[in-house]
């Protein structure tokens, strides 16, 4: 019974985690809202999130040694939900306001991305670990797509009223109150270990480098398919919604079905879904469609919802368990500083290349595709490394 409460509660809060996407619906309407401010600030209101999520992801491994769980993950969702009702209130007065916004709403992300994870490890060990890791997965997909639904349809009347679906927050912290074990640090944490095995490994680091580029690439499509739905006449802030959905719930049946994947696919896993994801954005490139906006979401979803859960079990398993929850720390921080980043580099490559949205689409597919090639390369030769040892 104990463990079924402690799963509603790390499901819970990982329905959240995909939250601060809800403004990538919004973004040509913020930017229609406040005329003369760069395009550059207004894509921060989706890309500092991440990088307030960087921060708090890699000091919560280390804060959680210290301070029980469960007070990290309610400080991160009341920031969350603060953040969200302050957008709702106030958010038009000022860019800034919102920018704000999104610092709290990186608090909450960064934060809980590492702590549904270190819980995971905490309580779930072996298969268990990586089926609850997918089921986490599927929650934070499927949470993505219904916040991401409601939020268009909220836009579609108004870009404020779209963080009206923060107020979810609310019944995540009662939630969490509730079922969540007031942990104290695990006894093993300050346990005495060999040197070897209390330090982070090359695996672990190569792990993150793959998570960041992933970030980097990935996350043209998210900062830029509201754009592109715009400047294509394709539809509006409804139609980016309905896309993100679709992206949210190819994620969803991923997640579901990761164990399964895991367990077939093995150490292809995350090669196979870079080059998925990759094809998705290649396909946008080419048509420039509408049908081939929600193929790139749906196989961008794919990927998402299969690294994830796939870098954090690689990443925990490389260690030893007292710094598992350092290792996930520094891959979910690894992630943020990529997401950060992306708007910066996709955006850099297209003025060079003249200006066009659709280039940037180009680099994400060669990027993912580049990066699934150097996973499958590099875990080969840090695993023949491993048995010389």
Same mark, same amino acid.
């Given at each position: 019974?104990?463990?079924?409460?402690?799963?509603? $509660?790390?499901?819970?809060? =990982?329905?959240? +985690?995909?939250?601060?996407?809800?403004?990538?619906?919004?973004?040509?309407?913020?930017?229609?809202?406040?005329?003369?401010?760069?395009?550059?600030?207004? &894509?921060?209101?989706?890309?500092?999130?991440?990088?307030?999520?960087?921060?708090?992801?890699?000091?919560?491994?280390?804060?959680?040694? @210290?301070?029980?769980?469960?007070?990290?993950?309610?400080?991160?969702?009341?920031?969350?939900?603060?953040?969200?009702?302050?957008?709702?209130?106030?958010?038009?007065?000022?860019?800034?306001?919102?920018?704000?916004?999104?610092?709290?709403?990186? #608090?909450?992300?960064?934060?809980?991305?590492?702590?549904?994870?270190?819980?995971?490890?905490?309580?779930?060990? $072996?298969?268990?670990?990586?089926?609850?890791?997918?089921?986490?997965?599927?929650?934070?997909?499927?949470?993505?797509?219904?916040?991401?639904?409601?939020?268009?349809?909220? &836009?579609?009347?108004?870009?404020?009223?779209?963080?009206?679906?923060?107020?979810?927050?609310?019944?995540? %912290?009662?939630?969490?109150?509730?079922?969540?074990?007031?942990?104290?640090?695990?006894?093993?944490?300050?346990?005495?270990?060999?040197?070897?095995?209390?330090? +982070?490994?090359?695996?672990?680091?190569?792990?993150?480098?793959?998570?960041?580029?992933?970030?980097?690439?990935?996350?043209?499509?998210?900062?830029?398919?509201?754009?592109?739905? $715009?400047?294509?006449?394709?539809?509006?802030?409804?139609?980016?919604?309905?896309?993100?959905? =679709?992206?949210? $719930?190819?994620?969803?049946?991923?997640?579901?079905?990761?164990? @399964?994947?895991? @367990?077939?696919?093995?150490?292809?896993?995350?090669?196979?879904? +870079?080059?998925?994801?990759?094809?998705?954005?290649?396909?946008?490139?080419?048509?420039?469609?509408?049908? !081939?906006?929600?193929?790139?979401?749906?196989?961008?979803?794919?990927?998402?919802?299969? %690294?994830?859960?796939?870098?954090?079990?690689?990443?925990?398993?490389?260690?030893?368990?007292?710094? !598992?929850?350092?290792? #996930?720390?520094?891959?979910?921080? *690894?992630?943020?500083?990529? #997401?950060?980043?992306?708007?910066?580099?996709? *955006?850099?490559?297209?003025?060079?290349?003249?200006?066009? #949205?659709?280039?940037?689409?180009?680099?994400?597919?060669?990027?993912?595709? *580049?990066?699934?090639?150097?996973?499958? %390369?590099?875990?080969?030769?840090?695993? @023949?490394?491993?048995?010389?040892?």
């Amino acid at each position: 019974m104990e463990k079924k409460k402690i799963k509603v $509660a790390i499901l819970s809060i =990982s329905s959240l +985690l995909m939250i601060s996407m809800t403004a990538s619906a919004i973004l040509a309407d913020i930017q229609a809202y406040f005329v003369g401010v760069d395009p550059a600030l207004i &894509a921060m209101v989706l890309t500092i999130p991440a990088l307030m999520g960087l921060v708090f992801a890699f000091a919560s491994g280390p804060l959680s040694l @210290r301070l029980p769980k469960k007070n990290l993950v309610i400080f991160g969702l009341v920031c969350g939900l603060a953040g969200g009702m302050i957008a709702l209130l106030f958010g038009s007065t000022s860019i800034y306001v919102l920018l704000g916004c999104s610092l709290l709403l990186g #608090i909450a992300q960064g934060m809980n991305a590492t702590m549904s994870m270190a819980l995971i490890a905490d309580y779930f060990v $072996a298969e268990e670990s990586g089926a609850m890791m997918g089921l986490q997965s599927a929650f934070v997909n499927g949470g993505s797509m219904v916040l991401l639904f409601s939020s268009g349809m909220l &836009a579609g009347i108004s870009w404020q009223l779209s963080y009206l679906v923060y107020l979810v927050f609310i019944p995540v %912290i009662a939630i969490v109150i509730k079922n969540l074990p007031k942990d104290q640090a695990p006894a093993h944490a300050e346990a005495e270990t060999s040197e070897k095995s209390a330090k +982070l490994n090359a695996k672990v680091y190569f792990t993150a480098l793959t998570m960041f580029l992933f970030g980097v690439f990935l996350f043209v499509f998210q900062t830029n398919v509201a754009m592109f739905v $715009a400047s294509k006449g394709l539809g509006d802030a409804s139609t980016s919604g309905l896309i993100n959905t =679709s992206m949210s $719930a190819a994620g969803m049946l991923t997640g579901i079905l990761f164990g @399964r994947m895991q @367990r077939l696919l093995k150490k292809l896993v995350i090669p196979v879904c +870079l080059l998925i994801g990759g094809l998705g954005m290649l396909m946008i490139f080419l048509l420039g469609t509408l049908p !081939s906006l929600f193929f790139g979401a749906i196989c961008g979803g794919f990927c998402l919802a299969t %690294i994830n859960p796939a870098g954090t079990f690689q990443a925990a398993n490389a260690v030893h368990p007292s710094i !598992s929850s350092l290792a #996930i720390a520094v891959v979910t921080a *690894s992630t943020s500083v990529g #997401i950060f980043v992306s708007p910066i580099v996709s *955006s850099g490559v297209a003025n060079l290349a003249g200006g066009s #949205i659709e280039i940037k689409f180009l680099l994400a597919a060669v990027g993912l595709a *580049s990066v699934g090639v150097m996973s499958f %390369i590099g875990n080969v030769i840090l695993d @023949r490394q491993q048995v010389i040892q």
